[in-house]
Nanobody, 127 residues
């Protein structure tokens, strides 16, 4: 069964940090770009960040640039999203998704490109 599973969410105070993980099972991520998306209640889904198949290219939404870092460990079939200096507006359900993309680029501008999606992990930033 092809599956993506997110973990690492939770409750954190403003200014705190969390690291989200996205692990694949049933397939290898070697030829997939991975994107992180988030959706807060009553808001549209937002692309947060993505990383190319090799990890050589990354993209970030302006709202998280300089605070979030995406990385991947293909040997572990896992992608990470390190989130620092968290703000209340970062509160959302976070989803990872895999886009079969051997080109070496990635984008979160077209969510329909992504073939597999995880179930999400909740991040709540509150004092």
């Amino acid at each position: 069964q092809l599956q993506l599973v997110e973990s690492g969410g939770g409750l954190v105070q403003p200014g705190g940090s969390l690291r989200l993980s996205c692990q694949a099972s049933g397939f290898t991520l070697d030829y997939y770009a991975i994107g992180w998306f988030r959706q807060a209640p009553g808001k549209e889904r937002e692309g947060v960040s993505c990383i190319s198949r090799s990890g050589g290219r990354t993209n970030y939404a302006d709202s998280v640039k300089g605070r979030f870092t995406i990385s991947r460990d293909n040997a572990k079939n896992t992608v990470y999203l390190q989130m620092n200096s968290l703000k209340p507006e970062d509160t959302a359900a976070y989803y990872c998704a895999a886009d079969f993309n051997p080109t070496g680029f990635c984008t979160v501008a077209v969510p329909s490109k992504y073939d597999y999606w995880g179930q999400g992990t909740q991040v709540t930033v509150s004092s």
